[in-house]
């Protein structure tokens, strides 16, 4: 079983910044690719961004030049950077690895 833990979600102002991070229970963690989803109040789950095993990126449309997906393989953890906070970031953010495992979520809210 291969447990996902994420952290660092908070209650932060509008323009302001969050660092979550996730972190993976398997020593296989380097062979995967991560993913962040979010799942905003009344909307559906959406991918947020994405980093593959050998650290290629990818984001939504709606958080390129704001949000920064990295990996530390030797610490089994995924990272998500959030800088320029919108109200319409708000929501539960997930950690996804392989296309399999699944994260908790943390909560993340954007208002003044």
């Known amino acids: 079983q291969v447990l996902l833990v994420e952290s660092g979600g908070g209650l932060v102002q509008p323009g302001g910044s969050l660092k979550l991070s996730c972190v993976a229970s398997?020593?296989?963690?380097?062979?995967?690719?991560l993913d962040w989803y979010r799942r905003a109040p009344g909307k559906q789950r959406e991918l947020v961004a994405t980093?593959?095993?050998?650290?290629?990126?990818n984001y939504a449309d709606s958080v390129k030049g704001r949000f920064t997906i990295s990996r530390d393989n030797t610490k089994n953890t995924a990272y998500l950077q959030m800088n320029s906070l919108k109200s319409e970031d708000t929501g539960v953010y997930y950690c996804?690895?392989?296309?399999?495992?699944w994260g908790q979520g943390t909560q993340v809210t954007v208002s003044s």
């Open positions: 996804h690895m392989g296309g399999i495992y």
């Open positions: 398997t020593r296989d963690y380097r062979i995967y690719t």
């Open positions: 980093i593959t095993n050998d650290g290629a990126t």
